[in-house]
């Protein structure tokens, strides 16, 4: 690590604290989920936010994408809401001669921040369509692969599946999520302050503060930062011990899961560490980086039993578990890993 990489961090931190600040001025309170959001975005991954209606999940997606010099796209999921109406699909056009031919009519995925909200509120056919986009940032129409704006975002939100009128998304979908959030009621001052704010004159929207070109040397950033073998090892061992089969794995994870974290959910530990240590200022991931984001990270990728759904234990006390149960172990004088 040399000076050039020190002087690109300390700018890093610098662009990540004029965007928390700006976001600041629109949305009240919500530190842990706009910081959580923010680890996404600079380790390139997609975002889940969860809760109630009304607790300004929309809100906070489109200040974080009006503060982005970024194109962006909004659905409104429902349970007409067909795939082509997300993806788009070819029309048929004719010209001055009368002939005619097939023409691309794009879908709001074309973009660079899409927000797909209440997404449990479509079908898990048109959840689906967005699979494609968010695992390869391309999508296929009739035949054909189409590359997407890079970078790509898709923030989603949901209601919590136990409301009325929503499906499940299927595991496949959850899992291309880097983080699952969960957003909570404001507190009491907060709560008073999104009144004031809300209900006097209307307040001017944010400033762009931040380019596509720094969203991308943060991207660039995040990839560079190092990560010690016994971390990885770690990491291993964590995912490694979610799985119910394994041998060793805690009484609870047996109990209460019928699968664990998988591979992506290991690669989405290490990117997500590395973008805290990114926005602490530090050249390198520790044990605690790992820790700090192991429930965001882990809660969607692990299915519950029916016993642990009929004792009602949340994934986030599995998280808890495994931190608890699965040793550190670091081992002195082993190589950093790029």
């Known amino acids: 690590m040399g000076e050039d990489f020190e002087s690109r961090l300390a700018q890093a931190q610098q662009t990540v604290a004029r965007l928390i600040e700006t976001i600041g001025q629109v949305v009240v309170g919500q ?38 010099d ?10 007409d809401l067909m795939p082509s109406d997300v993806t788009g699909t070819n029309i048929l056009v004719g010209d001055e001669a009368g002939r005619r031919t097939f023409s691309l009519h794009k879908g709001p995925v074309f973009t660079q921040v899409l927000l797909a ?28 692969r189409h590359e997407l704006p890079r970078p790509f975002f898709v923030l989603a939100t949901e209601n919590p599946i136990e409301m009325e009128g929503t499906y499940p998304l299927p595991e496949a979908q959850l899992d291309r999520f ?6 909570t009621c404001p507190s009491e001052d907060e709560l008073t302050q999104i009144i004031v704010r809300t209900t006097g004159h209307e307040g001017a929207m944010p400033d762009r503060v931040v380019s596509r070109d720094e969203v991308v040397a943060l991207q ?7 990560i010690a073998e016994p971390i990885v090892r770690y990491v291993a061992r964590l995912v490694g011990a979610s799985d119910p089969s394994a041998p060793g794995s805690p009484e609870l994870v047996r109990r209460a899961l019928r699968y664990g974290a998988g591979v992506r959910g ?23 980086d790992i820790a700090r984001v192991s429930k965001p990270v882990l809660r969607h990728r692990m299915i519950r039993s029916f016993e642990g759904e009929a004792d009602g ?6 998280v808890e578990v495994l931190l608890a149960h699965v040793p550190l172990r670091p081992a002195a004088g082993d190589a950093v890993m790029p």
């Open 117 to 144: 909200d209440e997404i449990n509120r479509a079908t898990p056919k048109t959840q689906s369509a967005l699979l494609e986009a968010m695992q390869e940032a391309a999508c296929t129409i009739a035949g054909k």
């Open 70 to 79: 970024l194109e962006f796209s909004r659905i409104q999921f429902t349970p």
């Open 313 to 318: 234990i949340a994934t986030d006390q599995v």
């Open 178 to 183: 880097l983080l699952k959030v969960l957003v």
């Open 266 to 288: 290991a690669q989405s530990l290490v990117l997500a560490a590395k973008a805290v240590a990114v926005l602490s200022g530090r050249a390198h991931v520790s044990f605690a």
């Open 31 to 68: 530190s842990a989920v706009v910081e959580q959001t923010l680890w996404a975005m600079i380790a390139g991954g997609h975002v889940l936010l969860e809760g109630a209606p009304g607790l300004g999940k929309t809100l906070l997606v489109k200040t974080i994408a009006r503060c982005l």
């Open 220 to 226: 660039v950033l995040c990839r560079e930062v190092a």
